[in-house]
């Protein structure tokens, strides 16, 4: 069973600093990788995806990738009280030929005033 | 705008029942997924659909069914095999390939 792992936290961070999330995965073969937020009671939205290794940077998300060490995180600048939710981790994953998406369970993260 | 609609958003089933969730896409995506998330968990894929008329199970595809007669929609019925199907269901379209999903708002269905 391909796992995708992620700290069910919460995370907790003061309005302003850096969060982290991080993640990681057990297929080698995966090609794309997503971050998702997900509000209490609400379905997922797409924030960051990332394909190649390095960083990704739009706005005040990072997205960082490391294939050889199957290890994806999330950088979250300037945390604002807006950014507590649930960031859900998801990487692709082919099976019989076809690519679907699975997802970690997900990190809470609580920003503070 | 386009986007991703699923219908009722709140549904109540007795057992035994079967109970139909509508989901419909105006995005053009050739590719739509089913979900289940419990709480405290993640999401776990019941079926998905890559071109009309044609779907896969999913991990937990035991006590669901499916179709894909048009492009736009993919319906997932929940049938009375289904012995604990109180959750939050999701249904998410992408274009084909490596692309992320776009997700509706979301079934939540309630054993009663």
């Known amino acids: 069973q391909k796992e995708v792992e992620q700290n069910s936290g919460p995370l907790s961070v003061p309005e302003g600093a850096i969060a982290s999330l991080n993640c990681t995965y057990s297929?080698?073969?995966?090609?794309?990788f997503f971050w998702y937020r997900q509000y209490s009671g609400k379905s997922p939205e797409l924030i960051m995806s990332?394909?190649?290794?390095g960083d990704k940077e739009d706005g005040r998300f990072t997205a960082q990738l490391n294939k050889a060490s199957q290890y994806v995180s999330l950088l979250i600048r300037d945390s604002q009280p807006s950014d507590s939710a649930t960031y859900l981790c998801?990487?692709?994953?082919?099976?019989?030929?076809?690519?679907?998406?699975?997802f970690g369970k997900g990190t809470m993260l609580l920003v503070s005033p | 705008d386009g986007g991703i609609t699923q219908s009722p958003k709140y549904l109540f089933r007795k057992e035994g029942q079967n109970v139909t969730l509508s989901c419909e896409q105006n995005?053009?995506?050739?590719?739509m997924y089913w979900y289940r998330q419990d709480p405290g968990q993640g999401l776990r894929l019941i079926y998905y659909?890559?071109?009309?008329?044609?779907?896969q199970k999913g991990d937990i595809a035991e006590g669901y069914s499916v179709s894909r007669e048009k492009k736009e929609s993919f319906p997932l019925t929940v049938t009375s095999a289904q012995k604990n199907p109180t959750a939050f269901y999701l249904c998410?379209?992408?274009?084909?390939?490596?692309?992320?999903?776009?997700f509706g708002s979301g079934t939540r269905l309630t054993v009663v």
């Open positions: 998410a379209s992408s274009r084909t390939g490596n692309y992320g999903y776009t």
């Open positions: 297929d080698r073969v995966s090609q794309s």
């Open positions: 990332i394909y190649s290794n």
């Open positions: 998801a990487v692709n994953e082919k099976d019989s030929g076809y690519s679907t998406l699975t």
């Open positions: 995005l053009n995506h050739d590719a």
């Open positions: 659909s890559q071109i009309v008329n044609d779907f």
